[in-house]
């Protein structure tokens, strides 16, 4: 069997998750009439301690939702430059909320509060206003890094000041807060809005959470209408993120314990140049010249090793709840092989 760490999206449910999403209760969730889509909703909602929340197809479609709220047309996103948002949503930014960005160059995807105050645009005519920043927690190109609430508040309180509204694309943030030991009530009182996605190491099939504040969800409800996001019976995949949240959390320190063995093994190749910090279930790694991730990737594959290129020279893996341990030691052997 192929051992696949090309994301932690290509998961399949567990036969216990199966079963939850098969004996659940649904009903017609565009009329609210779901069940089992407004019990996760709650819940997701009570997690953060916010007043109400969203369950979108996708997290792409959290984050444009998010940013189609907190914006008007000519206003301007700050975030740092490695981010979702800006680098693998379509451009969507400009296309449905017609927003620029204002990017930054952070450190592995993280930005600071005193570069956030130097973007922020005065109100000239001829200017995009700025209106929102938003935070990657974990930044994935960033490779998995994270955030602590120290670092989080002197950038919330700089944007209270400002006026400027915050959101985080908590797509992989349970695998953060593993780490820190920081809870999702803490997150929920620093952002105004939270998206986090129930499909990456969470394990579940499909689907999004976005969390806010009620008037903020009731427009989000909106937007997910026009954007074809309204499902009928989506009960079945809310019973997958129900169980997810109850069953998947804690054992994400496994994955993240993964990743840095592989990281350590990396970091001892030759081969390698340079990995990014290992921070949680995602490892980056640059390839030296003149290898290309292309052909080290083909000769992973033969092996039974599956990833995915992350540029030219560029390499990343990622780990999930399918990769035992035993995946990991011949991921490590492989990789001594190939690059050592
Ligand atoms: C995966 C991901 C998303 C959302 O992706 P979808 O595939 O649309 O669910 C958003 N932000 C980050 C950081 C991600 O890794």
Request: glycine fraction near 8%; charged fraction near 20%.
């Amino acid at each position: 069997m192929k051992i696949n760490l090309i994301s932690d999206t290509v998961t399949r449910p567990t036969p216990e998750m199966l079963q939850a999403m098969f004996a659940a209760e649904v009903g017609d969730d565009v009329f609210r009439a779901d069940p089992t889509v407004n019990a996760l909703e709650e819940k997701a909602a009570q997690l953060f301690n916010k007043p109400a929340a969203i369950f979108c197809p996708s997290g792409t479609m959290t984050n444009q939702i998010a940013i189609k709220v907190h914006t008007q047309p000519l206003d301007e996103v700050i975030c740092d430059h490695y981010s979702h948002i800006y680098q693998y949503e379509t451009g969507g930014y400009a296309f449905n909320s017609g927003v620029a960005m204002n990017l930054l160059q952070g450190t592995n995807g993280k930005i600071e509060a005193d570069q956030v105050a130097a973007a922020i645009k005065p109100l000239y005519d001829w200017l995009p206003v700025s209106k929102l920043v938003v935070l990657e927690n974990t930044c994935n190109k960033g490779g998995g890094s994270y955030y602590t609430l120290n670092e989080i508040l002197p950038i919330r309180d700089l944007c209270q000041r400002r006026g400027l509204k915050l959101h985080l694309d908590g797509a992989r943030l349970f695998n953060a807060l593993i780490e820190t030991e920081e809870t999702t009530q803490d997150v929920g009182d620093h952002f105004d809005s939270i998206s986090i996605c129930l499909s990456k190491g969470l394990g579940a099939p499909v689907g999004s959470l976005l969390i806010g504040e009620s008037e903020f969800i009731r427009q989000a409800r909106r937007f997910r209408k026009v954007m074809g996001g309204g499902m009928r019976q989506a009960g079945y995949l809310a019973a997958a993120g129900i169980y997810a949240l109850d069953h998947h959390v804690n054992r994400l320190k496994e994955d993240n314990d993964h990743a840095k063995l592989i990281g350590e093994t990396l970091e001892v190749c030759p081969l390698v140049s340079q990995v990014r910090p290992v921070k949680s279930n995602i490892v980056i790694f640059d390839l030296q010249t003149p290898h290309t991730a292309e052909k080290i990737l083909a000769r992973f594959e033969e092996k039974g090793v599956l990833a995915s290129a992350f540029g030219p020279h560029t390499i990343r893996f990622v780990t999930h709840l399918e990769v035992t341990a035993d995946m990991i030691a011949k991921t490590q052997k492989v990789i001594r092989e190939i690059l050592g």
